[in-house]
């Protein structure tokens, strides 16, 4: 008898607890944290977090270092003067990392069937591209060992090394849009998911990339004939037709253009744009006095009727939902012109400057006319004109302090009286010279390199 209700005891208890199973089953998961995706959904996941990377705070400090914003309040009037800090980059670290990258890998460890192949190219494309840039801002990164769980303290790679192993992934990106050339289901750039204008997105961005290398091999005519080869299968309508932007909404905290959010909704103020604060305005205004130039349009596209801040109206470059770009038809005529000029080929650095000024003319809506080679007294001045339309046509982006790096902050323009006006630091006598790395990453991976007290103006080896 007592064995009987032992066992009786026991059933009881068992069932109570297949019965509990029951009643709770389904409930224990959140259908609002999903522990997976689709790749295609995943896919957009890392478009917005590239998106937030080239955008965001990188693109506004880019621009504050670069003198076509003025910062003006709180953290951003030092940043001004060039004071910051490694937290400042936290948040961009871990987005470029934990937001885009990680993903991106999700994405194209997922599409393993011929029918994804274009899908894993946009994600292998928007890697290279990420990863270019990384090298570009930082020197020395994670990536050979980057995003390899359960590895936490990745090696950071030599900087020419990032870029060659980001030549190679978009390469790599390339034919694999190329082996399937059907749209992707969805994508949050202005490409639609076209194929044919994401294989052109990846070869204007090689050219980008090759051209930061080219410096440290002192300009060969191997590398920058390999830019111009690149570039002329980029993206080149001078309509803006084929440029890679990013598109936006009018939903707070969203799909807002991230310049109005900051500069309208979340951070008033922090941020301006005067005559007297940027290099930008005056020299857009003086312009004009070459005879031949005309940038009424493209000043008022960015900056406001009374040039004291960015033109966040409808029809400005920063409305609520105004695109933003990635890559413009303009650098890549840009990127040709400089190759060809540094190759003492003037008649075709002439042709590609004539082509970007003929972009402005059609996009920003300037009354510009072409320029002839008499205009240019010597190669030294067409390459000045390609340097300085080049520091224009990358306004508020992060490839511009790229780009200024690389050749010294050698811009100018000519005043009324014919004086020449260079661009100047605003605190000392040294430019920024590269973003410092994150406290994250230096509390958390023992590897990051030694930052000395001025590491904000060492010189990156591609820049040596």
């Known amino acids: 008898m007592r064995k009987f209700i032992l066992v009786l005891t026991v059933s009881i208890f068992i069932a109570g607890l297949v019965g509990c199973e029951k009643f709770v089953s389904g409930f224990d998961s959140n259908p609002l944290s999903p522990v997976d995706a689709s790749a295609s959904t995943t896919f957009v996941g890392a478009?917005?977090?590239?998106?937030?990377?080239?955008?965001?705070?990188?693109?506004?400090?880019?621009?504050?270092?670069?003198?076509?914003?003025?910062?003006?309040?709180?953290?951003?009037?030092?940043?001004?003067?060039?004071?910051?800090?490694?937290?400042?980059?936290?948040?961009?670290?871990?987005?470029?990392?934990?937001?885009?990258?990680?993903?991106?890998?999700?994405?194209?460890?997922?599409?393993?069937?011929?029918?994804?192949?274009?899908?894993k190219g946009a994600?292998?494309?928007?890697?290279?591209?990420?990863?270019?840039?990384?090298?570009?801002?930082?020197?020395?990164?994670?990536?050979?060992?980057?995003?390899?769980?359960?590895?936490?303290?990745?090696?950071?790679?030599?900087?020419?090394?990032?870029?060659?192993?980001?030549?190679?992934?978009?390469d790599q990106g390339i034919a694999d849009c190329n082996s399937n050339l059907a749209p992707l289901a969805q994508d949050m750039l202005s490409l639609g998911g076209v194929g044919t204008r994401w294989v052109k997105f990846a070869h204007s961005m090689k050219a980008r990339y090759l051209m930061h290398t080219a410096r440290s091999q002192t300009y060969s005519a191997t590398v920058l004939n390999k830019v111009i080869a690149e570039a002329q299968q980029g993206i080149l309508s001078t309509t803006g037709s084929e440029d890679a932007n990013a598109t936006h909404g009018t939903v707070q905290s969203q799909n807002q253009n991230l310049w109005y959010s900051f500069m309208v909704v979340d951070r008033a103020g922090y941020m301006d744009a005067t005559v007297a604060g940027t290099f930008a305005i005056p020299m857009l205004q003086a312009r004009k006095f070459?005879?031949?130039?005309?940038?009424?349009?493209?000043?008022?596209?960015?900056?406001?009727?009374?040039?004291?801040?960015?033109?966040?109206?409808?029809?400005?470059?920063?409305?609520?939902?105004?695109?933003?770009p990635m890559f413009r038809a303009s650098e890549t005529h840009l990127l040709m012109a400089e190759a060809y000029v540094r190759l003492g080929n003037t008649a075709s650095a002439l042709t590609e400057l004539n082509n970007a000024r003929t972009y402005n003319n059609s996009v920003f809506k300037n009354t510009s006319t072409l320029y002839v080679a008499s205009d240019f007294a010597t190669t030294a001045a067409l390459q000045q004109a390609v340097l300085n339309e080049t520091?224009?046509?990358?306004?508020?982006?992060?490839?511009?302090?790229?780009?200024?790096?690389?050749?010294?902050?050698?811009?100018?323009?000519?005043?009324?009286?014919?004086?020449?006006?260079?661009?100047?630091?605003?605190?000392?006598?040294?430019?920024?010279?590269?973003?410092?790395?994150?406290?994250n990453e230096a509390t958390s991976n023992p590897n990051q390199p030694a930052v000395p007290p001025d590491g904000l103006f060492i010189r990156t080896p591609a820049n040596k």
Request: net charge negative.
């Open 123 to 170: 994600a292998e494309i928007l890697e290279g591209s990420l990863m270019g840039t990384m090298a570009a801002l930082f020197g020395d990164v994670p990536y050979s060992q980057a995003i390899q769980y359960p590895n936490l303290t990745p090696v950071f790679d030599g900087q020419m090394a990032v870029y060659t192993a980001a030549l190679g992934v978009l």
């Open 47 to 119: 478009e917005l977090s590239y998106v937030m990377f080239f955008e965001g705070y990188p693109a506004f400090v880019s621009a504050i270092w670069t003198q076509q914003i003025h910062g003006f309040d709180r953290q951003f009037l030092q940043l001004q003067t060039y004071q910051t800090t490694t937290d400042d980059i936290n948040n961009d670290w871990n987005t470029a990392y934990a937001g885009a990258l990680s993903n991106l890998r999700i994405v194209e460890g997922k599409c393993t069937s011929p029918s994804l192949a274009n899908l």
């Open 391 to 439: 520091y224009l046509s990358l306004m508020h982006q992060v490839e511009v302090f790229n780009f200024m790096r690389r050749i010294d902050y050698a811009i100018s323009y000519k005043d009324s009286a014919g004086n020449t006006k260079s661009i100047a630091p605003t605190r000392g006598t040294i430019f920024p010279q590269r973003f410092i790395y994150s406290t």
């Open 290 to 324: 070459d005879g031949k130039s005309n940038e009424t349009g493209r000043l008022g596209f960015y900056f406001n009727p009374a040039l004291t801040n960015l033109n966040t109206t409808a029809t400005g470059a920063y409305a609520i939902s105004a695109t933003y």
